[in-house]
Structure formats: C-alpha cells, structure tokens
C-alpha cells in the first residue's frame, strides 16, 4: 500500500534536547515537505524540497533543520533553538508531473516539551 | 507573499442544516484546493478547481470558483456528522508549495 509513513506519532523533548522526526513516502513523489499546525491556526510551512539534495526554507524555518539524502526521507530536527516546538508536524509528499498536484499528508507527529 | 483569507473560522450547525466556508484572494489564482481534515488527522485532498466560474459537485458537497479566480467556495447540503472537520483552501506558492488558509472547523449538533 502506497503512503507517506510519520513516526513516532508521539514525541517528548526535553529542554535544551534535540529531536528528529521521521517522514518516509513510496510514491515516487519528488516533493516533500513539512507543516506545523497549531490549535485555532492553519498549516504553516517549514521546509520544503523539490528534488534529492536540494530543500528550501518555508515561513517559519527558524530552529528547524532539514535534510533529503534519498528521495523516500524527508526528516525533520527540531533544535532546541526552536523555543516553542509544541505543535501537530505534518509532512507531505506531491508529483511534480502535472502542474498543481494535490498533495498527500501522514497521519503526523504531535510533539510536547516535558 | 501570497495570502489567502478563509472565512467563518468556525460554524456550528444542527444536523441537517447547510453549510458554507469561503475563502478569499486578493490576486488572481490560476488554480485552488480544498481539502478536509478530520479530528485528530490529517489533511485530505477532496478537489481542484482551475477554471474561472467552475462549479463541481461531490455528492453534497458543492465546490465554486469565481468568475475573476479571486474566490472560492465549500458549500455542503443537509449536514451529516460526518462532515464534522476543518476544511483547508490551499493555493499554489512560488515554489511549488501550497498556501493553506486557517481553516473553518465545522461541528454538527446531532
């Protein structure tokens, strides 16, 4: 079955901790990317990529840290430079073959500061 | 950059009755999304529109884009629990990105 895996769904850090959060996608998709969602707000962008070894910053890159070694992964690292990293964390996958393409989601990951 | 406005932020409805969530460009678009995320999931794509003036029907759902491609409309008839959820407009960025509006979160009083 074809889909984009998140783990953990759930995850804890400590202060000054840093953590990374899994995306993998067997849809041959090119694209990826991250979103943040908050209570009340809609999804915001954090980093995207279009292409193996090349990723983009979003709106709200800042204490986030990305990389894409391999076309299925699209890990996230929160730093501790992220000061308020409670939040849902989405990641995404579309085709780039066509123009607009909708995109398809994991099921996310909801990180909590102990 | 680009923005998209979506409005009610939220709306309450007894089983039964309509619904409607809008949102808002102020530049053209060449195209916008909608997609339905249910409590405690993730985002789903439900449609595209492209065409100035496009209307498509899911069954209850009635999906609208404006004549000048600045509008777009989710219009759902005779609201049933399952429609509860918050449904996304989404327009395409510079980059290939999506643009995502806040949000109307629907809930249905049984």
């Known amino acids: 079955d074809g889909g984009i895996t998140q783990s953990p769904k759930y995850l804890f850090r400590k202060e000054g901790q840093n953590v990374t959060l899994s995306c993998e996608q067997n849809l041959n998709h090119d694209a990826m990317y991250w979103y943040r969602q908050d209570p009340g707000q809609g999804l915001r962008l954090i980093y995207y990529?279009?292409?193996?070894?090349?990723?983009q910053k979003g709106d709200i890159a800042e204490g986030y840290s990305v990389s894409r070694e391999k076309k299925e992964s699209f890990p996230l690292t929160v730093t501790s430079a992220q000061k308020n990293p409670t939040a849902f964390y989405l990641c995404?996958?579309?085709?780039?073959?066509?123009?607009?393409?909708?995109?398809?989601f994991g099921d996310g990951t909801r990180l909590s500061i102990l | 950059g680009q923005q998209v406005m979506q409005i009610p932020q939220y709306q309450h409805v007894q089983e039964g009755e309509d619904f409607t969530t809008y949102c808002n460009s102020s530049t053209t678009l060449s195209n916008i999304q909608w997609y339905k995320q249910r409590p405690g999931g993730h985002p789903v794509f439900l449609i595209q529109l492209v065409k100035s003036g496009e209307v498509k029907k899911q069954k209850r759902l009635t999906f609208q884009f404006g004549e000048a491609k600045k509008n777009s409309s989710l219009h759902i008839t005779a609201t049933q629990t399952t429609d509860v959820g918050t449904y996304f407009c989404?327009?395409?960025?510079?980059?290939?990105?999506?643009?995502f509006g806040k949000g109307t979160k629907l809930s249905v009083k049984p």
């Open positions: 989404a327009v395409a960025g510079s980059q290939g990105n999506l643009i």
């Open positions: 995404a996958s579309r085709t780039t073959s066509g123009s607009n393409q909708p995109q398809h």
């Open positions: 990529s279009q292409i193996v070894n090349d990723f």
